[in-house]
Every structure is written in structure tokens, then in C-alpha cells.
């Protein structure tokens, strides 16, 4: 992509893991908050489009559908934007975006037009918030990063609980128009968090380092070399997976209530009940994750909150009342909480803070043809069959079968590639490690003069911290 001064955390300063970081953590939980609740907020105004413009429940899916694509397609770009220009100015042309698609959606005369408006100038919005907002978080955050990815991503529920009615009322006094321009006006707020993203300072260097300083390699804006880590390459496989049913059962769940001839204030509240669990499970997940114990395993804590949610949604399609529904979305909250807590906490841990800006681009990337199809393949699912029992099923096999990717990958191929070296370099590091630990084996087949001149072609390979094979994911 080229070279340039590049936005990068400054590689000299501790994250605080507090003081300021506390205005960027609010900041992300209302970032995080807009960004996954307001697609599945929209679904209470589908019944009111599906009337006035004629058309059927794929085709208002696609509304959804885009705003999420977008948040996750756009992914490289808002990388690039961030390491060029920094993640406070992003933020606040993304603030701006968010509110524009809304207001001129409230004008708009064709489901198209809708697509436009609502689905890409709003999630191009968003996403110039979301993935910055993150990668503070991550620079601010170390010790404390799993209780802090967990309250940022408690913003989803939070949010989903209030928008979700207010879309009701909105629509009841105002219709899909006026509630469409109300909420124009509340992504507003998003320039306000983007405000709160003060960048990190670099320590102050004396006279002898200031030169080596100037001559610092420039960093690229978009960072491939994250392909060559096995870790993340499984865990962008299964999270691609995974998002091709882990949004569809907030998406359908209202109209599922209605079809079932309940109100359409009961039927909302359901997405209420949901997010209220969400709430609470998602910052009790990042205590558990950040435990002394657990911190080194979260993958596969990772994995066992996606074979919950999918399971949640094989459960939930045998539902035929309002209280089989509820009890879906009770334990479906739970599963989404742990899986929304931990997703990017994983991520992390598998790249560090220096490529997080790249990566996380490359993944949403990845994810964003599997979010693309995901809901509207669902509708047209539901539109042939007139049943949701398929749908949720449907769902619940995609989010378990990127499980088994993530936790199998991660034991049989990560770990068993960590665990025995094949080539004679790797062989000559290990060897060192030893040597300098007093453990040198009397069978050695690396020799000491071998191992220096190792150590001399490749200076910048000595001091690399030996991982944990349970952490490579």
C-alpha cells in the first residue's frame, strides 16, 4: 500500500490500563454500542417498509444486511484511513456519515434508495468509528484488556435494550420517516466519542536517542505479513463461519413474534429481554477471561461460546409460543454476550497491539461476504419455506461448525506445529534457549558455532518471546 508516517501506538509507552483510558472506554461502549445494535434495532421498522413499499422480508433483510457489510467490508479502508490520518479525525468524518445516511433514508422513495442511505453511508459511518474506537481501546488497555473489551462490547446490549422500544415509539408517533430522521440525529453523538480518542504520547527521548529515533523504519499503511501467522489465518477462517448465523436470530426473532400473532410491543420486547442478559454477561465473561488461569485459553473459551450459541439456536427453533421465545433469547443472550466479549480479546492476543490496526481490518474483510449473504439468505430461506424452524437451524449449524474450525485447528494444527520444530532454524533457536538456561541436552545436534552464526545472519529473530502453544489463537 505504500509507505508512510504511519499512526502506530508508540512502541516506548506502557498502556495506562486507566486515567484517561476510562473517557475511551465510555467512548468505545457508545461506539460498540451504535455500531452492532442499530442493524437489529432497524428490523422493528421492516413490517412498516414491507407495507409501504410492496415488498417481501429478504428484501428489508438487505437492510440490515448492508449496514453490516459495510461495518465489516469496509475493514482495510478504515485501516488505511487510521494509520494515515490518526483515529480521532476518522472518527469524527465517520460521525458525521452515520448521521448523513439517516436524515436523507427519512426522504427516500424506493427500498433502493433506502439501501443507499441507511445500508452504505451509514455502515461506512460506522465503521470509521467502530475499528478505531477499538484500537485505542487496545493501546490504552493490558493488563485489564478482557474487562475492558468486555464493558466496551456490553455497549451492544445496552443499546439494543433502548433502541429496540424507542424504534416502537418512533414508529407508533412519528412512522418509519420521522423515526429514521430521530435517529439521524442521535449518531451525532458518535463525533462526540471520536473527540475522547486523545492518542497516546511517546516518552520523551534524551539527546543520544533522538537520532536513531528519526531513523525508524516507516511502517506500511495495510500490513499483509499477519497471513503468516497460522493463528490468525484459522481464526479469520472461523469467524467467517460464524458470522453467517450469529446475526440472523436477532434479525428474525421480532417478525417470528408477529407471525405468532403477538403485538408488535410484545414481540420488540424480546430483543429487550435479550439485550438484558447481554449486558451482564458480556463484562462478567471479560472478568473470567482475564483470569490468571483462563487468560492463557480464552480460545477455547472462545470456541465453547460459539458451540452455546449455536446450540441456543437449534433450541430455539423448536419454539411455537412467546415463552419458548423468550427462553431462547434468555440463554441465546448469555451465549452472544460471551461470544461478543471475547471475539476481539482473541484477536488481540494473536497479533499484539504493533499489527492489531492491520489485522482486525483484514478480518472484518473476510467476514464481510459471510455477513453479506448471511440475513438475506435467511429470508429467502424463510420466504420458501414460511417457517423459521429452518432458519434458526441453518444458523446454529454455521456458528457450531466454526467452533470445531477454531478449537480443532487450534489443538491439532497450531499446537502441534509449536510444539515440534521442522526446520533446522527453529532447531538452532530452541537450542539456544536451552543453552542460555543451563539445559543444553548431551545429544544436542546443533552445535554452538552453528548457533552463532545463526544468531548473526538473523540478529532480529534473537529475543523473541517463546508463546504459549495455548495462545496461538
Known amino acids: 500500500m505504500g509507505a508512510v508516517v504511519a499512526d502506530d501506538g508508540p512502541?516506548?509507552?506502557?498502556?495506562?490500563?486507566?486515567?484517561?483510558?476510562?473517557?475511551v472506554l465510555?467512548?468505545?461502549?457508545?461506539?460498540?454500542?451504535?455500531?452492532?445494535?442499530?442493524?437489529?434495532?432497524?428490523?422493528?421498522?421492516?413490517?412498516?417498509?414491507?407495507?409501504?413499499?410492496?415488498?417481501?422480508y429478504s428484501d428489508t433483510a438487505w437492510i440490515s444486511s448492508i449496514l453490516l457489510a459495510m461495518l465489516y467490508g469496509t475493514g482495510p479502508l478504515c485501516s488505511v484511513c487510521v494509520n494515515r490520518f490518526g483515529c480521532r479525525p476518522v472518527m469524527l468524518v465517520g460521525g458525521l456519515f452515520a448521521s448523513m445516511g439517516m436524515v436523507i433514508a427519512s426522504f427516500c422513495t424506493s427500498i433502493v434508495q433506502i439501501y443507499l442511505t441507511a445500508g452504505v453511508i451509514t455502515g461506512l459511518g460506522l465503521a470509521l468509528n467502530f475499528q478505531p474506537s477499538l484500537i485505542m481501546l487496545n493501546r490504552y488497555f493490558?493488563?485489564?484488556?478482557?474487562?475492558?473489551?468486555?464493558?466496551?462490547?456490553?455497549g451492544s446490549p445496552v443499546f439494543l435494550c433502548a433502541l429496540s422500544p424507542l424504534g416502537q415509539i418512533l414508529q407508533h408517533e412519528y412512522g418509519w420517516r420521522g423515526g429514521f430522521l430521530i435517529l439521524g440525529g442521535m449518531l451525532l453523538n458518535c463525533c462526540v466519542c471520536g473527540a475522547l480518542m486523545r492518542p497516546l504520547e511517546p516518552p520523551k527521548k534524551s539527546e543520544a536517542t533522538k537520532e536513531p529515533a528519526e531513523k525508524k523504519v516507516k511502517k506500511k499503511l495495510l500490513d499483509f505479513s499477519v497471513f503468516k501467522d497460522g493463528g490468525f489465518v484459522i481464526y479469520t477462517l472461523a469467524a467467517s463461519i460464524m458470522v453467517l448465523g450469529l446475526f440472523v436470530p436477532p434479525v428474525f426473532v421480532v417478525s417470528y413474534a408477529k407471525d405468532l400473532g403477538y403485538q408488535d410491543t410484545k414481540?420488540?420486547?424480546?430483543?429487550?429481554?435479550?439485550?438484558?442478559?447481554?449486558?451482564?454477561?458480556?463484562?462478567?465473561?471479560?472478568?473470567?477471561?482475564?483470569?490468571?488461569?483462563?487468560?492463557?485459553?480464552?480460545?477455547?473459551?472462545?470456541?465453547?461460546?460459539?458451540?452455546?450459541?449455536?446450540?441456543?439456536d437449534l433450541m430455539g427453533s423448536m419454539s411455537v409460543d412467546y415463552g419458548g421465545l423468550v427462553v431462547f433469547c434468555i440463554f441465546f443472550g448469555i451465549s452472544y454476550g460471551m461470544v461478543g466479549a471475547l471475539q476481539f480479546e482473541v484477536l488481540m492476543a494473536i497479533v499484539g497491539t504493533q499489527k492489531f490496526s492491520s489485522a482486525i481490518g483484514l478480518v472484518l474483510l473476510a467476514e464481510a461476504m459471510a455477513v453479506l449473504i448471511g440475513p438475506p439468505s435467511a429470508g429467502k430461506l424463510l420466504d420458501a419455506t414460511g417457517r423459521y424452524?429452518?432458519?434458526?437451524?441453518?444458523?446454529?449449524?454455521?456458528?457450531?461448525?466454526?467452533?470445531?474450525?477454531?478449537?480443532?485447528?487450534?489443538?491439532?494444527?497450531?499446537?502441534?506445529?509449536?510444539?515440534?520444530?521442522?526446520?533446522?532454524?527453529?532447531?538452532?533457536?530452541?537450542?539456544?534457549?536451552?543453552?542460555f538456561e543451563d539445559k543444553t541436552p548431551e545429544d544436542a545436534k546443533v552445535d554452538s558455532i552453528e548457533v552463532e552464526q545463526f544468531l548473526k545472519d538473523e540478529p532480529e529473530k534473537n529475543g523473541e518471546v517463546v508463546t504459549n502453544p495455548e495462545t496461538c489463537v
Open 11 to 23: 512502541s516506548g509507552v506502557k498502556a495506562p490500563d486507566g486515567g484517561w483510558g476510562w473517557a
Open 26 to 56: 465510555f467512548g468505545c461502549f457508545i461506539i460498540t454500542g451504535f455500531s452492532y445494535a442499530f442493524p437489529k434495532a432497524v428490523s422493528v421498522f421492516f413490517k412498516e417498509l414491507i407495507r409501504e413499499f410492496g415488498i417481501g
Open 142 to 154: 493490558d493488563k485489564r484488556r478482557p474487562l475492558a473489551n468486555g464493558l466496551s462490547a456490553a
Open 267 to 312: 414481540a420488540a420486547f424480546l430483543l429487550t429481554i435479550l439485550g438484558f442478559i447481554d449486558i451482564f454477561a458480556r463484562p462478567i465473561c471479560g472478568m473470567v477471561a482475564g483470569l490468571k488461569w483462563v487468560r492463557p485459553r480464552c480460545v477455547y473459551l472462545f470456541s465453547f461460546a460459539m458451540i452455546f450459541n449455536g446450540f441456543t
Open 389 to 435: 424452524m429452518f432458519v434458526f437451524i441453518t444458523a446454529g449449524i454455521e456458528v457450531t461448525t466454526s467452533a470445531l474450525v477454531l478449537a480443532l485447528g487450534n489443538f491439532f494444527c497450531i499446537k502441534k506445529k509449536s510444539e515440534e520444530p521442522h526446520t533446522k532454524e527453529e532447531a538452532a533457536e530452541r537450542e539456544e534457549l536451552n543453552k
